[in-house]
């Protein structure tokens, strides 16, 4: 079954953009999601949906290939890195500019895999970079062995569970502090192959139709859970909260939801706009919270707020500028 291009899809890839900069820059304000005003933290606190729904939207979308070979996913990883390196050539370029030094792209790329550097973000790629490496054999399990698939779903998601109620017994520093995103890979495993069910479940028509209170109910109950767990682990961080299980089925409703929403087709162009510049964004937002940084105080929620539309705005403006320029259009993945 292959998966044609779906506007809900590029709604629900344009909310997880959306929400990594709003992990980043509303961070800014409240510690991380621990401190400032309750409209701060709630609005940091939604971006707790972004980083698992991205995973469950690459699983969507990757899942259900008539095939899937070892040559497609060293196609898609060396792609990947590519654009990693192509954006470290022209930070080391810029860099040497101002400062003078040289710095390596490869090392830098190298570093980012692993949540250093400037392009720290770019984590996440090194996390899908495993994913790829193990999907022509999960492909597989999809179509012959479905049964043995959600097995596999429910064992990386009894991990998750693992590592969270024991966070949440024990109190303190949970223990995926000790673990850098990129390997945290129990976690991004399990939202992955979630997205892999949820599209089997769709094929069959049987993806259930939830009433638009039941999503608003999860998202609620979400900032309810974040706003006093913190307490309990002295830290914020919306990451410490991906293996719980209340945020697992929020993730899985409100992408449910989207799937089934109605999409009028006057929104369809700009939707489309807003999710094929969606990595530009992850990728230059951090450009421009660096400078509006040093502009305004983030720490004010007022501030920052406006601070995050100049970001938006500014991301998104220079992302289509960059798409038009032949050669570099491809470090923004249109």
């Known amino acids: 079954m292959e998966t044609k291009r779906s506007c809900n899809i590029d709604l629900a890839k344009t909310i997880a953009y959306i929400g990594v900069v709003f992990l980043h820059v509303v961070g800014k304000a409240t510690k991380n999601g621990y401190s400032g005003s309750i409209a701060g933290q709630i609005l940091y606190n939604l971006g707790t ?3 698992p729904m991205f995973f469950v939207v690459n699983g969507y979308l990757l899942f259900g290939k008539k095939s899937v070979s070892y040559k497609y996913s060293e196609f898609k990883i060396m792609n990947i890195l590519g654009v990693i390196l192509g954006w470290n050539i022209l930070y080391a370029i810029l860099y040497f500019v101002a400062k003078h030094r040289i710095k390596n792209p490869v090392l830098l790329t190298y570093n980012n895999l692993l949540q250093k550097e400037f392009f720290y973000q770019f984590w996440f790629m090194g996390s899908l970079i495993i994913c790829y490496l ?4 999960l492909n597989n399990i ?18 998750s569970l693992c590592f ?3 966070n949440i017994i024990v109190g ?3 223990i995926q502090e000790n673990i850098i995103q990129t390997f945290r890979i129990w976690t991004w ?5 979630l997205g892999g069910i949820i599209k089997k479940i769709n094929s069959n028509k049987q993806l259930p139709i939830f009433n638009p209170a039941i999503s608003i109910i999860t998202v609620v109950g979400m900032l309810i859970y974040e706003y006093f767990i913190k307490y309990r682990y002295h830290t914020g961080f919306a990451e410490y909260n991906y293996d719980n299980l209340l945020i697992i089925l929020t993730v899985t409703v409100v992408f449910i939801a989207i799937l089934n929403l109605k999409i009028p087709h006057k929104f369809n162009t700009t939707i489309l706009f807003l999710s094929q510049n969606g990595f530009g964004v992850y990728v230059l937002h951090v450009i421009f919270l660096k400078v509006i940084g040093k502009l305004l105080n983030l720490t004010n929620i007022w501030q920052n707020i406006l601070g995050l539309l100049v970001v938006f705005i500014g991301s998104y403006l220079l992302t289509y500028i960059i798409s038009k320029i032949k050669f570099l259009k491809k470090l923004v993945f249109r």
């Open 172 to 174: 303190g520093s949970p």
């Open 189 to 193: 495993f399990m939202y992955y192959v």
């Open 134 to 137: 193990l999907l022509p054999i």
């Open 49 to 51: 949906l972004a980083v």
């Open 164 to 166: 969270d109620i024991r």
């Open 142 to 159: 999809w179509h012959r062995r479905f049964k043995a698939f959600i097995g596999i779903f429910l064992v990386a998601l009894t991990v």
